[in-house]
Structures are given as C-alpha cells and as structure tokens.
C-alpha cells in the first residue's frame, strides 16, 4: 500500500498544490513524512514480532506433540522426520553435485568460449593485417592508377585546349561570314519588304479606286432599282385607282339600270296582266312565242300585281333584273337624258408582260 513511486508522489504533490495552495505545501509535506516514517517503523515492529512468534512457536508445538501423543506416533513422526531430513540431505547432495556439474561445464563452456574469442580475435587481427596489405596495395595501385589517369586527362586537356581555340577561331569565322550572309540577306530581304509593300499600297489604291467604282455603280442600280420600284407602285397605285373607279362605275351602271327597270316594271304593273303568262314570285311575265325566222322575236314584259295603297313594290334581285333587262326594248330617250349623256366603262387594264 505504501510502495509510492516518483510518479504517484508528483501526482500527489500537485493535486496538493493545486488544492491546498503553496504556503501549506511545507507543512503537509513534513507532516506526511513524519506519518511514513511512522507507519513503516510500526510495520518493521509487526514484522520483528511475527518472526519472534514463529521462533517461539516451533520449539512449543513440539513440546507439546511430545507431552500429548502416544510414543508409536511419535517415534513415527521421528522416522518421518528423519526420512524427511534425509531427502532432505540427499536433495541437497544432488543439487550440489548438479551446481558442481554445472559449474564445471559453465568452465569448460566458458575456457571454450575464451578460446574461440581468441581464435576469432587471432582470426579477426590477421584478418584486418589482409585487409591492410590490400588497402595498402589497392591505395598504391589507385595511386598509380590515378597519377596516369591524371596525366592523359592534362593531355586530354591540353588538346581540349588547343581543339576549343581552332574551333573558336572556325566560329569566329563562320560568324563572320554569316554575319555578311544575313547582312545581304536582310539588304535583299529588305528591299523585297520595300518592293512587296509599293505594290501592296498599288494593290489596295486599286482596290479603293475598284471599291469606289463598284459602289458608285451600285449606288447608281440602287437609285434606279429605287426609281423602278417607285414606278412600280405608282403605276400599281394607279391601275388600283383605275379598278376602283371601273367597279364604281359598274356598280352606278347596275344601280342606274336596276332604277330604270324597276321604274318601267311599276309602269307596266299598272296595266291588266296578259293570257298566257306566268306569275313568278309575285311578278307576271309574258313568254314569248316560238322563234319564227320572218318574225323578230317578242320583248318580255315584266307585270307586277297591283299593290295596296301605301305600299311599296317587293324587290327584285339584280341578276333577275339583268336578265330580264337584256329582253327590254331600248328606252325612248327623255329630256332628263337628253341632257345628261349616258357614262361609259373606262377600259380594262392591260396586264403587263
């Protein structure tokens, strides 16, 4: 319980410190010490008197095994005690004859040993006296080696030298001449750049004055594209205008006719319709005869039932109107149309191409 290492008294030493603080820490310390030194004095003291009672112990027991037991178990307990501290004997005989065994080839193993370490020592120093003479000779033959692998590399280089020097006086005068080659050559390069770039500036003046001849004729086709078109659609617009005043005309024409037959049928309504006609519709009209080749052929009338008072005659549809005005005889002229004449369709427009 009081085997306390280093460790475990630092340990202790600092939890103390840290929860006790450094002024106690002297006081604790010698008082811990007076406290161990006491409890191991008092465990020494145990210690002596457990001794003392074995001791005193022994020599009672037997005291009292001889006072109490019968003679035949004690003079068994005698033989078994002799017979015990025979073994006992004879245990210790062979264990010193066995430590004498060992021990003897302990030194025979070691007198073995010495002599091998002084063989191997033996082997080892004339070893390293081998491995002298061949560093020796191995030196001296590098020595040699190297002193005659110095003097060709001082030749090799001595040549080297004279070799770098005729090659530096060659590339000098191969510089040289390149020097003059890229000087002609630059001249005559240069003077080809000159001779590129005049007719480079010939070529691109050239090509403005073509650029500016090409735009000029394209602006001129553009201006007459533009004027064409410009005609184009004023002579669209103009055939348009033309159309509309055609179908306006056509349409007052049909209205004009339609008026007038229309007048000429309220007319007729007025008379008693004729025997043989058909009513269609509200309108009676008078068939005419068979076609006869001495006989030009008969108008149709067109007679309307009498309508009540007030009220206006039911329309006719145009295209009936149409039909039935191509039948009717030319209407005698009045004055009213003496005095305004007759209009007439413009042309048709003539399609182009």
């Keep these: 319980?009081?085997?306390?290492?280093?460790?475990?008294?630092?340990?202790?030493?600092?939890?103390?410190?840290?929860?006790?603080?450094?002024?106690?820490?002297?006081?604790?310390?010698?008082?811990?010490?007076?406290?161990?030194?006491?409890?191991?004095?008092?465990?020494?003291?145990?210690?002596?008197?457990?001794?003392?009672?074995?001791?005193?112990?022994?020599?009672l027991a037997e005291l009292?095994?001889?006072?109490?037991?019968?003679?035949?178990?004690?003079?068994?307990?005698?033989?078994?005690?002799?017979?015990?501290?025979?073994?006992?004997?004879?245990?210790?005989?062979?264990?010193?004859?066995?430590e004498a065994e060992r021990r003897r080839i302990e030194g025979e193993e070691q007198k073995r040993r010495d002599e091998e370490q002084v063989a191997k020592a033996r082997a080892e120093r004339e070893e390293q006296e081998r491995k002298a003479r061949e560093e020796?000779?191995?030196?001296?033959?590098?020595?040699?080696?190297?002193?005659?692998i110095e003097a060709e590399e001082r030749k090799h280089r001595d040549e080297e030298k004279a070799a770098?020097?005729?090659?530096?006086?060659?590339?000098?005068?191969?510089?040289?001449?390149?020097?003059?080659?890229?000087?002609?050559?630059?001249?005559?390069?240069?003077?080809?750049?000159?001779?590129?770039?005049?007719?480079?500036?010939?070529?691109?003046?050239?090509?403005?004055?073509?650029?500016?001849?090409?735009?000029?004729?394209?602006?001129?086709?553009?201006g007459e594209e533009r004027k064409h078109r410009d005609e184009e659609k004023a002579a669209k617009k103009r055939a348009e205008r033309e159309e509309q005043e055609r179908k306006s005309r056509e349409e007052a024409e049909q209205q004009h006719a339609a008026s007038k037959v229309s007048a000429r049928a309220a007319k007729a309504a007025e008379a008693r319709p004729a025997a043989g006609s058909a009513v269609v519709s509200g309108v009676t009209m008078v068939m005419n005869p068979p076609p006869d080749a001495n006989r030009p052929p008969l108008p149709v009338s067109v007679v309307l039932p009498p309508a009540p008072a007030g009220a206006r005659p039911p329309p006719v549809p145009a295209k009936s109107l149409r039909s039935m005005a191509s039948h009717l005889p030319p209407p005698l002229p009045s004055h009213a149309d003496a005095k305004s004449p007759r209009p007439s369709l413009p042309p048709l427009p003539r399609k182009k191409g």
């Design 64 to 98: 009292r095994d001889a006072t109490m037991l019968a003679p035949e178990e004690l003079k068994r307990r005698d033989e078994a005690q002799k017979a015990k501290r025979k073994a006992e004997l004879e245990e210790r005989e062979r264990k010193l004859r066995e």
């Design 164 to 222: 770098k020097k005729r090659a530096e006086k060659e590339e000098q005068e191969r510089k040289a001449r390149e020097e003059a080659e890229r000087r002609r050559i630059e001249g005559e390069e240069q003077k080809r750049r000159d001779e590129e770039q005049a007719a480079k500036a010939r070529a691109e003046r050239e090509e403005q004055e073509r650029k500016a001849r090409e735009e000029a004729e394209r602006r001129r086709i553009e």
């Design 136 to 148: 020796q000779e191995r030196k001296a033959r590098e020595e040699t080696e190297r002193r005659r």
């Design 1 to 59: 319980m009081l085997n306390l290492g280093f460790q475990e008294i630092l340990v202790i030493l600092f939890v103390a410190l840290i929860f006790l603080g450094p002024n106690m820490l002297p006081e604790i310390a010698s008082g811990l010490g007076k406290a161990i030194r006491e409890v191991r004095k008092a465990a020494a003291d145990i210690k002596n008197e457990i001794s003392l009672d074995d001791a005193i112990r022994g020599p």
